[in-house]
Every structure is written in structure tokens, then in C-alpha cells.
């Protein structure tokens, strides 16, 4: 019942804070979670927080200079405990046209692409978008423009009076002085994440070890281990799998496995290596919010029909079958663990994997 009830706020959290504002009929159309922060009294500008996918973008909106400041734009990678700042720019010019583009690098091309923000117009009304074009080792090539929010607080962009009523109502001066205490950038007016004169970040070089161990396929985020068996003294350990391979006492070890994949899902669980029985729960990624369980997965994955889970949470709803497969290419017969899924997600719409999507192969 708890969990329900998380879910169900989570449900009128995403309707209350999402742009574009929900629409009769469409519904489940692809969403930006969107909080405003604050608003200058006389309406001549506002501060925002805006999320989607694997991007989070904070910055103050200044309507009569056409100009957005304190803009920082930070990557959300799954797993990983912190987001990380891609673009931290003093002030940002807004035309209809696609603006300047903002650089950004790490570790040498692990993490690397542009971004630019522009005026974008739809449906009578004038939204800042995003626009995007990155390579990530855990998405792939992402490219696209995303509108972030609109240029006008007010009951014809979907606001309530009773939302508007509660947004901090501040002095012009207090939005500009944001954008005064800015941190210090390059020459440029950017400050982009590589260093100057090639000194790493600590949070960056924590990034680049996560990403190296635990990256894999450019698709995915996979986190393994073993868990000692019953009849291992030490069954309270957790050993990298390697170990376990090398000593080939696997079979009596529980597998547990935390993967990400296709943008918004994880399966965190255990599988049983002597029956291939899974024991796990799916999510999915709402941004800002977190993750929100979908769905308790539990069945033999060596089964002919798979582990059939039937989704119906209030934040998402549809299907998927996971199953596990001996592949004559892998070394000593070893499965392959595939998951098949149609599910669609509020706030980002349907996600289809279009048939068996290889996870990763189980060590045993």
C-alpha cells in the first residue's frame, strides 16, 4: 500500500510539474518535469528547474533582454550518485534561431557534444528549448531539441491561478543578483567541464572510473556481483564475479545484477545460478523524482515461455518476458539474458524494445 501511494504521488507530482501541460488526448506524449523557482514581482523574469531524460537544466529567464543567466546544464547518469555539470554559462542569448553552441569534454572524448538553447514556437505560444547533440558510453548518440518551458507564467501556457499563486514572488533585483554571483569562466563566458590546462575534476575522475568499470555495450549501466551461498562461511561477503569465475564457485553463490538500459528502465536483482531462477524489481526513471518501482519480477528464466511480467503501476503500464539463452558462441555454454518490453511510461510515452533485447551474458 505504501509503495501505491508513492506512486500515485509521483503520478500527480509529474501532471502538476510537467510542460507542456497535460493535454485531453494526449496524455502520455513525451514531457519535461518543469519547476519554476521563482518570479520577479513585475513579470520581467523567472528561474526555473527543468528536467528530462538525462539532462537538468537550471537558469533564469529575463524576458525583455532575451537572455537566460546562471544557466548550468548538469548530466544525470544512472547509477551514479551525483549529476555532474556539463555547461555552467554566465548569460545566453535567445533568438528563434539556433544559438551559439556550448562545448562540453570529458576524459577525452568519453562524455562529450554540444548544446544550444533558442526561441521555439507551438500551438500560439513561445517555449526556450533545448537543443542537443551528445555521445554518451551508457545512451549512445542522443540529438534532438526538447522545449524546456514557456516564456509566459499565465493561465493561456496551462498555469492555474492557484500554481501561479504559489510561485516566489521576488524583486527583479533579487533574479539579477543570481545572475551577478555566477561562478568565474573562461575567457569565452563558458566554463566547460574539461579543466583548463588538463587538471581533472574530482568529480569527474569518480565519473570516469564509474563509467570504465561499469559502463558496457555503449548502452548500458551493468553493476554485478556474487553473494556468498548458504554454505559459505563467509556468506555475508560480496565478491566481484571475477573471483568467483576464477575459482569456479559460482554454484554456490547467489548472482545479483543491477542494470540500466533503454534511457528509463533498471532490473535490480538476484539469480539463482543452479536454476536459473531470477528474483528482482523494475523501475523506472522519473526525473527528478527518482526511480519508482514498476513491477516484482520472479520465475525460471531457462522456462520456454520466459518470466511473462504483466506492468499496470499507475506510472506506467504494459509487458515484458525476460529470458535466459545458452549461445553456441559464448565461452562453455554460458546464458545470455534477454528482455522484451512494451511498456508506456507517463511523462515519456511508449517504450519498445521491438523484440528480444539482449542485457548481458550471465558468467554461468
Request: hydrophobic share 40%.
Amino acid at each position: 500500500m505504501a509503495e501505491d501511494s508513492f506512486r500515485k504521488a509521483v503520478l500527480s507530482w509529474i501532471d502538476v510539474n510537467s510542460w507542456p501541460r497535460p493535454t485531453p488526448g494526449l496524455e502520455d506524449e513525451p514531457k519535461t518535469i518543469l519547476i519554476i523557482t521563482g518570479a520577479a514581482k513585475d513579470g520581467s523574469a523567472f528561474s526555473f528547474f527543468a528536467a528530462f531524460g538525462y539532462f537538468e537544466v537550471k537558469a533564469t529567464y529575463h524576458r525583455s533582454k532575451n537572455e537566460l543567466s546562471s544557466v548550468v546544464v548538469a548530466l544525470v547518469v544512472p547509477k551514479h550518485p551525483n549529476e555532474v555539470d556539463l555547461i555552467n554559462e554566465k548569460s545566453y542569448e535567445l533568438t528563434p534561431k539556433d544559438g551559439k553552441d556550448l562545448s562540453f569534454n570529458i576524459g577525452k572524448d568519453v562524455i562529450k557534444g554540444t548544446l544550444s538553447f533558442k526561441y521555439a514556437d507551438k500551438d500560439n505560444r513561445r517555449e526556450i528549448a533545448l537543443k542537443y547533440d551528445v555521445n554518451l558510453p551508457f545512451a549512445g548518440h542522443l540529438e534532438g531539441t526538447t522545449a524546456l518551458c514557456p516564456t509566459e507564467l499565465n493561465p493561456n501556457s496551462g498555469f492555474t491561478t492557484a500554481e501561479l499563486n504559489t510561485i516566489p514572488g521576488l524583486a527583479a533585483s533579487e533574479l539579477q543578483l543570481q545572475k551577478e554571483v555566477a561562478p568565474t569562466h573562461s575567457a569565452t563566458g563558458t566554463k566547460v567541464i574539461q579543466a583548463q590546462q588538463g587538471a581533472t575534476p574530482p568529480e569527474h575522475e569518480l565519473l570516469l572510473k564509474f563509467l570504465d568499470d561499469f559502463a558496457r555495450d555503449g548502452d548500458k549501466i551493468i553493476i554485478e556481483t556474487f553473494y556468498g551461498g548458504l554454505n559459505d562461511k563467509h556468506s555475508s561477503v560480496v565478491t566481484p564475479v571475477a573471483h568467483f569465475l576464477a575459482v569456479d564457485d559460482s554454484k554456490s553463490s547467489q548472482y545479483h545484477v543491477s542494470i540500466s538500459f533503454l534511457g528509463v528502465f533498471s532490473l535490480d536483482g538476484s539469480v539463482d545460478p543452479k536454476n536459473l531462477k531470477i528474483t528482482a524489481e523494475l523501475f523506472v526513471q522519473v526525473p527528478i523524482a527518482g526511480r519508482v518501482s514498476i513491477s516484482k519480477v520472479q520465475g525460471s528464466l531457462g522456462s520456454k515461455a520466459g518470466v511473462k511480467v504483466k506492468i499496470n503501476a499507475v506510472v506506467a503500464k504494459g509487458k515484458a518476458t525476460l529470458t535466459a539463452e545458452k549461445d553456441d558462441g559464448n565461452e562453455k555454454g554460458k546464458h545470455d539474458l534477454y528482455i522484451d518490453v512494451n511498456i508506456n511510461v507517463k511523462g515519456v510515452g511508449d517504450v519498445n524494445s521491438k523484440g528480444k533485447l539482449r542485457l548481458l551474458t550471465l558468467p554461468f
